[in-house]
């Protein structure tokens, strides 16, 4: 039965390339379908669209145009106070803002030389694969619906919004949070956190079993996915992948464990990578990934202090001038390495904050490249596998 | 059999069929959480006006808007933050950085309105259904800046007691900016500061370390920084905003700090003065306490050729006759003064008007006349004794000391009265009579119970420690006499000192007596004023209002239009409205001889 | 790190080498022979990944600095390569045959900072902000509060008051 829709062609040698490897497009022949695929798209990832030539339903050329979203936040914050950079910096990756909050906060306090209080140490640990988990659902439920399957997003975007509800009740926002501030965080656990959030972890297994025996288990998903979006292994250092899209390559690059920060350094976990970067064996790893980070919630909320400081003391937020120099923090987010360019001039404002989302190498150099030969139907299916999220392209 | 399972196990997702639905039925009628960034909540009355949510609100979305039933009035702006919500993103750092901790959030987020406009309004003034609500985010447990003061080094007890070297040391440049970085730069104190002066810039001035430029605001509009700096009465930190939760700026010793750090020498240069050009008037000054030297340094920029008539030896009023030396180093005042007196200002050192120069031929020899002569008559208790010739007056003995000359200190020696002045003396017998006799014997008692008597808090405290006994809440009766010597005060309690309107008029319970032994008592209730110097024609020409006191425009200009008057005399009771009022008054100089011509 | 650096230093016009922190180091090295080091250490001294490309405008100075962040995997390493260019003949030899994405950075460079990279895939082919054709935008010079003030109005009804002028206004108007 297998054979019966295996067509196993070299796609790569369709069109023919002239001798710079470029495929000649000529749409006056008429043989070449240009179109737009998103910024509406159901399966774009947020708002960015593609430019797609194809011919039939094969994509033949690709590129990425990004700027529905251009807000010039790197440029904003150099006219605000670095306080001020705080409620910026979350809305530059909407499902997982707090990768913004604590490398900026990461930043700003190494260039000043704060030292920010242990409760606050583990509760930003906390938050951080609180985030990584409401990611991931998000995604999966995505990743399932660009191959049409609808109910897993139904189940996952639940589960999330279990989590949205915890990070109502520690930081006082849903979608963002404004939590990890310059110097701490901005609150302790409420009363009876742990235990409704060890409730959410328990229905989010159960349900991620579900899930796999829905999703996962699925022929129709594997056949859509399986060797499907290959990313190679020498193709990792030479466009910048990071995280699962790196990992799945058997490459196990992950900030968590190469450069720990926060309260890593105390938990028990090992990088997960697999050995074929292809659209399932990425979403697998992700589950894992996920799984994991259930595992990482529980160490956290065992091992973390009760009470005590939150925030180090640090000068009037209101005339906080960093001093002098320059550093560059990273965070493992669901993506990748996310990153934190900071460069202070020892006044008020920041002089220059350049953020490294991973959409910014995946959804442009590395999608342009791995779109091609794709079906038309695959494409939703293949940018989601990148998880991609257009703002940090713009910021 | 890998691939069956794959076709078969998807199938399993029918038994969410029967699963009850888990999506919240009325989602209007979901709450926040306890701490969700919901609607804002202000305590309109807690509230300042200071606008410190509106300076670090990054979106813009905070305006001050001036709210019906609000006055304006000293430390309240009158002012009340009005919310933009289309701009607005819920970060609470409005309500984290809000002095007062006036301003919450509610957890209310659902609200429905078709007109736009609604969704921008003055919370706490603007009715809301939420205003009530006790969830919602309220300032967690930090500060965004810190809330407690620069401890400033002052010597111990045991090094001051006997001698007269000044206790306050002064910040260092560390402390400095430590201190001026707590300055959340409101403005509230600038109404509050009779000499309006520009404080919030002179604090950022620090911050910066650009010094210099501290010192050019600074005599902007008071030229006697290194004495104010020490001993201002600082009403402007009983405003401060930042005061709401935790100690208010040290404003004086931050104002001390850039005069200190400035040397003498670089004066002119800073601020400008090497050259000035002279216009040619002239104008007499009686008095050289704080509103003469303010009036003569202002009018000296202006161009005009000062002199300045002093009854005494050496220049600065009740500042060096009577604000004693611990408080108020000599060489400090002489720093301020030698600086006016670089701009070309002159005086006169023992002249005293309507003695040796009449007010007449002042008003001959010059353009206009200003007299700040100040209060230094001493005010008796007039109780029986009160003649007796060791019953003294505090502005007297203050004087005496300044002067250099000897004064007598006797073994046991009470103080009447309760204000400031009552403490310098208290404090500077104190020293005497420890340099004398190797201990400390004194007594100082006033109407007033402790908690409100009008000295500074510090001073009474300080006192203490210097071994002063003081006691609140008694009414002097009688001095008893013996032999023509001082045996003691009579007091009876004191049970209030205001009536229901508020009026000097204090009750005694007078089967509650007491008795302080003494050899010496000092008299401090009060200084009235020596205006001998007015003769008789020109008192007939002075408007007066019914308690005969000269009535000034808002240029101190009194109703014979050369004569100004100010400080104490018109105003008070200190060194700064003097300094206001003088420069004022040289304002109004100014004018009056630009339209004589 | 430092014997790294003690080794390149004999090669490259090295300067200002800085251990940030324990994964981040920072150093500069001259304009001509920074493709050439970034080469090298790609090559031979493991830095394989390029974390980011961007600028920072120094105008007070004339000139822009480009800040190469690559990252050594095995040492868990970043280095923050600075190289300072000329304002003015704002030019730097693309990077794009040593990392692909570079290729987006160089592009993104070009239009925001317009810093030119020669030969770099669709360099002068905007990205973000087609249609512009207004100052780069974040060059310093380029005022963003004067240009949103330009282009957008401001809501109705809003006014402002300062505390200190409205205070002034009210208790001490003559003063
Ligand atoms: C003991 C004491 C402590 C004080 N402590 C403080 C304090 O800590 N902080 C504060 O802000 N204020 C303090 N004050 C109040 C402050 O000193 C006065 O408010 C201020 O000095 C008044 O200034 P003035 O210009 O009105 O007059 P004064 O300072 O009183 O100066 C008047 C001058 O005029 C001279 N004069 C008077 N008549 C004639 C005449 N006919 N001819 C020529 N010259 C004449 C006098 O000799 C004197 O030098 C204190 C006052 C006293 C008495
Ligand atoms: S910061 Fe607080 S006290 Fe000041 S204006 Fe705002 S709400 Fe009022
Ligand atoms: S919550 Fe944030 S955005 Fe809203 S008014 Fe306060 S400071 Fe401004």
Known sequence: MSKLFNIKEDRSLFPEKNEHGKIDIDLSSHKYLKMWHGPQHPGITGNMSLEITLLGDEVMDCETHVGYLHRGFEKLMERRKYIQCFPIVCRVSVPEPDFNEYCFAAAMEELAGIEIPETAKWLRTLVLEMARLASYLMWIGGQAGAFGQGIIGQWTNYLRDSMLDRFEELTGGRVYHMYIIPGGVRGLLPAGFKQRMEENLKFIEQMMQDVDKVMFNNAVFKKRSVDMGIIEKDWIYKFGITGPNARAAGIPLDVRKDNPYLAYPELDFETITASHSDIYNRADLRRKDLLLSIDLIRQIMAKMPDGGEIRAETPNVLHWKVPKGETYSKAECTRGEYGYYMVADGTEYPRRINVRGPSYTHAVSLLEKMIINCNLADIAGLMVSLHTYPPEIER | MGKINDILSPFTAWKHLIREPLTIKKPLEREGADRYRGFHKNEIDKCIGCGTCEDICQNAAIDLVPVEGIETKHGDSGLRPKIDYGRCCWCALCVDICTTNSLSMSNEFTWIDEDADNFLFVPGADAKPWDNSEKGWKKPNYNLYNPNRVEMNELHPEERDKSFIEIVQGYSKGQALAEADRCVECGICTATCPAQMGIPEYIKAIRNDNLEEGLRILYDTNPLPEICGRICTHKCETVCSVGHQGDPISIRWLKRYIADQNPSEKFKKILGTDTIEQNGKKVAIIGSGPSGLSAAHYLALMGYSCTIFEKLPLAGGMMRYGIPEYRLPYDQIDKDINYILSLGVEIKYNTTIGKDITLEQLNKDYDAVFAGTGLHLGRSTKIPGSDNKNVYFATDLLREISLGNEIPIENKIVVIGGGNVALDITRSMARLQNQKYGKVNIITTSLESEDIMPADREEIIEGREEQAQIIPGWGPIEIEIENDKVKGLHVVKCLSVFDEDGRFNPKFDENIKNFFEADMIVESIGQGMDLSYLSVSIKENLEMDNRGRIIVNKHFQSSIEWLFLGGDIIQGPDVIHGIANGHKAAIGIDNYINNKK | ?175
């Open chain 3, 1 to 175: 790190m430092k014997e790294i650096i003690n080794k390149i230093e004999k090669l490259y016009p090295i300067s200002d080498f800085k251990q940030q922190n324990d994964k981040t180091a920072l150093l500069t090295v001259e304009q001509d022979k920074a493709v050439d080091l970034l080469i090298y250490m790609q090559k031979f001294e493991g830095f394989k990944h390029l974390a980011i490309l961007t600028a920072v405008d120094w105008i007070e100075n004339n000139q822009f600095q480009l800040s190469y962040i690559i990252n050594n995997p095995e040492l868990k390493m970043d280095l923050i390569l600075r190289v300072f260019i000329d304002r003015e003949k704002a030019e730097m030899t693309s990077i794009h045959n040593l990392w692909e994405q570079a290729a987006t950075y160089q592009r993104e460079l070009k239009e925001m900072f317009g810093i030119n990279f020669p030969n770099s895939p669709r360099v002068d082919k905007p990205f973000i902000l087609e249609g512009w054709d207004g100052l780069p935008p974040y060059r310093r010079d380029f005022d963003t509060k004067k240009y949103s003030e330009d282009t957008y109005f401001p809501r109705e009804g809003r006014t402002k008051n300062n505390p200190v002028e409205y205070m002034k206004q009210k208790l001490y108007p003559d003063e």
